[in-house]
């Protein structure tokens, strides 16, 4: 199942609120490239495009022709469309959130793990480092 955002509306002037989001079907597929040929010809295909990616998600260069998708696949129905815009971009501020969360998350554990008031409770096993003459970072890398 993809979540597509699309021209469902021909008039270019409306810019972004002539687009809307639509579920397509097609079948799951391991490879990092697929072919799907409908029915009645239409063909969906795919390859996967180098990004960082989040949990083993990929993402997807598409190229769609003559293929269709029902009306009942429109997000929000018959008021959805020229929605898809406004939709997405919804969903990309949970997303965002999300990010900026886990980054405020990590930068609490460095601080933690190199702050001078973390001394007196760093783990033994930091510390032994420094009877071997091993250097110890007190400094954020973006500090240097």
Partial sequence: M???VTRTNPDRSLAHRGLSLLLVEKPSYEQHEFEYVQEGGGKLSG???PTIGYRGMHSFDLAFNNFFVPDANAIGG???????F???MQGMLGGRIQTAGRA???DRRWDRLWSPAADAVRPQSLLDGLEQGQAVVRRRPAQA
Wanted: charged fraction near 20%; glycine fraction near 16%.
């Fill in 47 to 49: 390859r996967a495009i």
């Fill in 86 to 88: 406004y939709l997405t």
């Fill in 104 to 106: 405020c998350r990590h």
């Fill in 2 to 4: 993809l979540i597509v």
């Fill in 78 to 84: 018959e008021a959805g469309l020229g929605k898809g």
